[in-house]
């Protein structure tokens, strides 16, 4: 991968290194002797060295004035370039979008021309943007032309013609020192002037980001996030042509963002991970994202300085809740999870206007079927803005004034200004205007006219022009009495608040995630005649991503619309869900073994294989499960991982209470093993045949027979050595084979797959459904679709992607693809499309206890959510009440209290009852004991949870309390590998 070097950072590499690079950049070939030291850093510097000398990079409020003063008075004679230069024919910049090189505006000069800064000028000469110049890393003189749009100044510009301004390199500090200059008085250092290159641009438009009509769809999941769009020929009134003759924009089809990945280059799959860099002002942190979060960590060594988040989706459950964060400097604060999602969504945005060059004003986020309601719900809170309402209010002041010093103030009384003929006024006509009693008028008159003349000896015409068209809301009067100056003042104020939305999110006909990968499959088919109109199917959905896995069963039935459009019938229900297993978990194990492996070879320079660490044939592996279960089958595994901890420590929360450089070294372990065994299941399981690997920089390789490099940028383990921690920085020789880790995350995947499919096995449902569809990343596993054979034939399992596919973006796009088609042929009437939810099976109950001690169920499990309803009696002094989450083995889960208050509202129960009329009734109210408190607990459809409602009765008065709602899987989903106890 090519990069641009700091010439700081190559006087620190040895003579080897250097060699290496310019050997892999493939930049030796005008040495045919051995290059010195010296000679390599030049090569560098000249092909791949960053120029930031005289470059001006941070915005300067002030920096636009003096280049503009150096512009107009320093410009000396306009050089020929002799085709030397040479620049875009056209260029389109848009109003508060930032110029990058993905724009490709690429530029020609010659050594002798400065390649740091070129400056955008009209044809009055009148400075309208500073860009910077970028290397082009494949060619010897071609830069991109890049600026931040703070630093274009073309708002409300008429003109039409523009010109890029050159300087030559040896002039290249004279615009860089104006820019910085602090006082107009330095000019004076600078008394010659500056020869220059302009060359007019052919054509250039400054154009506003147009709002579109197409909707954003955005899946947004708990390890990557994917998002795209249907671009269409009339999206925007003004079509990017720049950008559609890029490659950028492709019009009619699927456009899908792409995100840049730390190393000049792009991937439509976007890490969900959230890093602080600086959280000084609360009002304006600044994050790193995705690939931008790792490649810090990298460049780190994976010592983590600031505060870093994954697995943000997980945070639909309790959203407001607040998180302390850190950044890199120590600086502390407290910000709500909602604001962390919505800086990390709000980029995903920007980025899709910035690449398709509009202003997207609806948004389709797909949710998971069980937490739709609020998963969208929480989307619409972050993109709705509570702004402020302003109104003038007129403040009326009055001034005491001396009888014998009143007079009139020129500069605020425009209406006595204007009155040039004061003396032509009777004494009605003053007392009138001016106020003031019968014989208070000639002495006032008198007055006006003395200010008159002083008017017109003081002030020159233009000047009393300029005073009577003065817009101060300042108006003085003479009162009757004489002692008083009222003045009147309007001011802004807040007058109340109103809401906006930055972004709809589609709630209407909004498809949840197991609904659009089956639709994307059915959309898929029917070119193919793969399905038979007026037959029903049935298919299972099973979506393991990186941190959770759902299943849902769908069945959907295909016919025509009067002969005008498909009509798809869907109806989908929610069947099970594990909230921590997904990719994670595979990481996870890898991790496991990796730092099993290690540990070994460091201390006591043995290997352990893996048939130690499971002593279970792969042949009978999953009877094992099924007889001993999984905890059994990993208890070696498990006991030699707490043994490698003692060697290799990575629960860092252990350490809090140790010095900070320890704490810090033992963070850096985890996540140096974290992305270690990412990088090794990545590189095993991609659709090649790859079955061996080690560790070893990041080069290019080429690859050996079965035999690949897994690349990591540094190595730096710290090895607990009789309790000191020594870095070990040599990568390990360990060779890691294909046949380990299958066998490792081979368990776990079957439990995960018997826990879903044993109930439909066991009764010979799952025969009944045609088509088993796999979606996420972690599907694309070899291992996923054998395991899964043995429950389901394989031809039931629709898992195959795409030869061209090896990065197993297909499985991972199939949930977006199916979200932008539907909405796609909703648009334009290619499908009429009826989605049924289903009402789901709750898998839980809710315990309280009796006041002898007894258990009592008040919500039953394998109940529909409409139909779960109970209630628990208690004395109406109780305070708190306690509740029991039960699995369907039984298994407590979680203990809910629900705080009582005292306090009851006097309200009329029958709007509760009228909601609830399907599973309570008014008698029920009704036999409500005096002085007795029932708490309802109910379930409902719309949400993945249950509420609590006390009803009172006092006085033969019922009384109602607050009402509460409780997810099930509330703190079950907050599971982290990343929480320092891994």
């Known amino acids: 991968m090519k990069k641009l070097y700091h010439e700081e950072e190559l006087r620190e590499k040895s003579y080897y290194d250097l060699y290496e690079i310019v050997i892999e950049e493939r930049i030796l070939d005008s040495y045919a002797a051995t290059p010195t030291r010296e000679q390599l850093i030049s090569l560098l510097l000249k092909y791949r060295g960053y120029r930031l000398e005289n470059k001006i990079r941070e915005y300067n409020e002030n920096g636009f004035f003096y280049v503009q003063q150096f512009l107009d008075r320093k410009l000396g004679n306009k050089l020929h370039p002799e085709g030397r230069i040479r620049i875009p024919y056209k260029i389109i910049i848009y109003n508060d979008l930032d110029l990058t090189r993905e724009d490709n505006y690429k530029i020609v000069i010659p050594e002798y021309v400065n390649s740091s800064n070129v400056f955008l000028v009209n044809a009055n000469n009148y400075l309208c943007g500073i860009l910077s110049l970028e290397k082009d890393l494949d060619s010897m003189d071609e830069y991109y032309l890049v600026s931040k749009k703070e630093f274009l100044n073309l708002d409300g510009l008429k003109n039409s013609k523009f010109s890029l301004i050159f300087f030559k390199e040896r002039d290249a500090k004279i615009p860089y020192e104006f820019y910085n200059m602090e006082d107009i008085g330095e000019m004076s250092r600078y008394p010659g002037k500056i020869d220059y290159y302009c060359i007019g641009i052919e054509n250039f438009e400054y154009r506003e980001l147009e709002k579109t009509t197409a909707v954003l769809c955005i899946d947004f999941g708990t390890a990557n996030t994917t998002a795209g769009v249907y671009l269409d020929r009339n999206y925007v009134s003004k079509l990017p042509s720049n950008d559609i003759l890029n490659g950028n924009i492709k019009l009619d089809e699927i456009n899908y ?192 006219l003395i200010s008159q003349i002083e008017i017109d000896n003081e002030f020159a015409e233009e000047e009393i022009k300029a005073v009577k068209t003065d817009e101060i809301n ?114 996870y194990r890898i991790m496991q073994y990796l730092k099993i492996i290690l540990a070994n070879n460091y201390i006591n320079n043995t290997e352990i294989s893996i048939e130690n660490l499971i002593p279970y044939a792969k042949e009978s592996i999953y009877n094992s499960i099924n007889e001993i279960g999984i905890d059994k ?92 921690l020594e870095k070990e920085a040599e990568f390990p ?17 079957y439990e995960m ?97 009796t006041y002898k001690n007894d258990d009592v169920e008040i919500i039953k499990t394998s109940n529909r959510a409409n139909e779960n309803l109970g209630y628990i009696d208690k004395v109406s002094s109780v305070m708190e009440l306690k509740l029991y989450l039960k699995n369907m083995e039984d298994d407590v889960i979680r ?49 993945w949870g249950f509420y609590i409602c006390p009803i009172r009765r006092k006085d033969d008065q019922i009384w109602m309390g607050r009402i509460d709602y409780y997810p099930f899987e509330d703190k079950i989903n907050e599971i982290s590998f990343f929480d320092g106890e891994h």
Not at 394 to 400: A, F, R
């Open 753 to 849: 797959l018997r826990k879903f499919l044993d109930t439909y096995y066991d009764g010979g449902e799952l025969q009944e459904y045609a088509l088993i569809k796999l979606s996420g990343q972690s599907t694309k596993i070899g291992i996923f679709q054998d395991v899964l054979k043995e429950f389901v034939p394989g031809r039931q399992i629709e898992f195959k992607t795409k030869d061209n596919e090896k990065d197993g973006y297909e499985l991972k796009l199939a949930c977006l693809n199916g979200a932008i088609k539907y909405l796609d042929y909703r648009r334009f009437g290619h499908m009429n499309v009826t989605i049924k939810n289903e009402i789901p099976v709750i898998p839980y109950s809710v315990w309280g206890k």
């Open 895 to 943: 203990e809910i209290v629900y705080k009582n208050d005292i306090d009851f509202v006097d309200k009329d129960a029958k709007p509760l009852i009228e909601g609830l009329r399907m599973k309570i009734s008014q008698n029920e109210t009704d036999n409500v004991p005096n002085d007795i408190t029932r708490f309802l607990v109910y379930t409902d459809e719309n949400c």
């Open 257 to 448: 963002v792409k995100f840049p990945d730390g190393e000049w280059d792009y991937s439509i799959i976007y890490p969900t991970i959230t890093y602080i860099e600086n959280c000084k002002d609360v009002k304006d942190i600044k994050y790193l994202f995705g690939h931008d979060a790792r490649r810090k960590l990298e460049s780190n060594d994976y010592i983590v300085n600031g505060t870093i988040f994954y697995g943000l989706k997980k945070w639909v459950y309790e959203n407001n809740k607040k998180e302390k964060i850190v950044d890199e400097y120590g600086n502390m604060r407290e910000v709500e999870r909602k604001e962390i999602i919505k800086a990390y969504l709000k980029y995903v945005i920007s980025r899709a206007e910035y690449l398709f060059k509009c202003k997207f004003t609806k948004i389709h986020a797909t949710s998971p079927v069980r937490l739709k309601e609020q998963f969208l719900n929480m989307l619409q809170d972050i993109f709705t803005l509570e702004i402020k309402k302003t109104g003038r209010r007129e403040i009326i002041t009055k001034i005491p004034v001396p009888r014998k010093e009143i007079k009139i103030n020129l500069e605020k009384k425009s209406d006595k200004i204007e009155n040039t003929e004061t003396k032509n006024l009777t004494n009605e006509e003053i007392l009138e205007k001016f106020g003031g009693h019968g014989e208070r008028a000639d002495e006032l008159k008198n007055e006006l």
């Open 474 to 587: 300042v108006i003085e009067q003479i009162m009757e009495d004489d002692e008083y100056i009222t003045e009147i003042t309007y001011v802004d104020e807040v007058i109340g608040k109103e809401t906006v939305m930055e972004y709809e999110v589609i709630s209407e006909n909004a498809m949840d995630e197991a609904v659009a990968v089956l639709y994307n499959t059915i959309e898929s088919g029917l070119g193919k005649k793969n399905y038979e109109e007026g037959t029903e199917y049935k298919a299972l959905v099973i979506d393991c991503g990186g941190g959770t896995t759902d299943l849902a069963a769908c069945s959907f039935q295909i016919g025509s619309t009067l002969d005008v459009a498909y009509h798809l019938e869907m109806k989908t229900s929610f069947e099970n869900s594990d909230e921590n297993f997904g990719g994670n978990n595979l990481t």
């Open 733 to 749: 020789k360990n060779i890691f084979t294909i046949r380990e880790l299958e066998k490792i995350i081979r368990i776990d995947i």
């Open 633 to 724: 089958i990993f208890e070696v595994f498990e006991e030699e991982y707490q043994k490698a901890e003692k060697i290799i420590p990575t629960k860092f929360s252990k350490f809090e209470n140790k010095l900070s450089e320890e704490y810090r070294k033992i963070k850096s372990n985890f996540y140096l093993l974290w992305e270690a065994a990412e990088n090794l299941k990545r590189e095993f399981f991609k659709k090649d045949d790859t079955l061996r690997t080690r560790f070893d920089k990041e080069k290019n390789y080429e690859k050996r027979n079965d035999f690949h490099i897994t690349a990591l940028r540094t190595w730096n383990l710290y090895i607990n050595e009789n309790g000191r």
